[in-house]
């Protein structure tokens, strides 16, 4: 026996409810065609459960950016943060007197180290701040 054996599918109100599950499905698909069309690099890159992760920084909708960040839109698989930056990288780059890419990063690198060792000296500072405080 098969399941149309039961269901009566003659009636006005079946055929109304049939109409709009067909509708909402058609609906449903073409949302998601146009959420996994190509991206810009032609690949949507996926995690194991079907998620979308961007291009740039990889981030899904379980694991976002810090600060949360959303997808871009009009485009498939890109963050809105990475598209700001992307934004004004490419304003930086256009302003630039003469713009070597390897210079930049070493200075993104020299920038990291800096903020690192300060953040050490500070704890280092309150530390010994500290201890002279608990000797008086």
């Not at 990889?58 to 959303?70: D, K, S």
């Not at 004004?88 to 890419?101: C, E």
Request: net charge positive; with cysteine.
């Amino acid at each position: 026996m098969r399941l149309e054996d039961f269901v009566d599918r003659g009636t006005a109100a079946q055929k109304a409810v049939d109409g709009a599950i067909r509708k909402q499905v058609k609906k449903m698909k073409r949302e998601m065609e146009a959420r996994t069309k190509p991206s810009a690099e032609g690949v949507i890159k996926r995690t194991r459960d079907g998620l979308t992760r961007c291009r740039v920084c990889g981030c899904t909708e379980m694991e976002a950016c810090y600060p949360p960040c959303g997808w871009q839109p009009g485009e498939a698989d890109l963050c809105d943060r990475c598209h700001e930056m992307a934004y004004r990288m490419r304003v930086f780059i256009g302003g630039a007197h003469r713009y070597s890419q390897a210079a930049l990063f070493r200075e993104v690198e020299r920038a990291s180290a800096r903020a690192a060792a300060t953040l050490l000296r500070n704890a280092t500072h309150a530390k010994g701040k500290a201890k002279r405080a608990n000797a008086r």
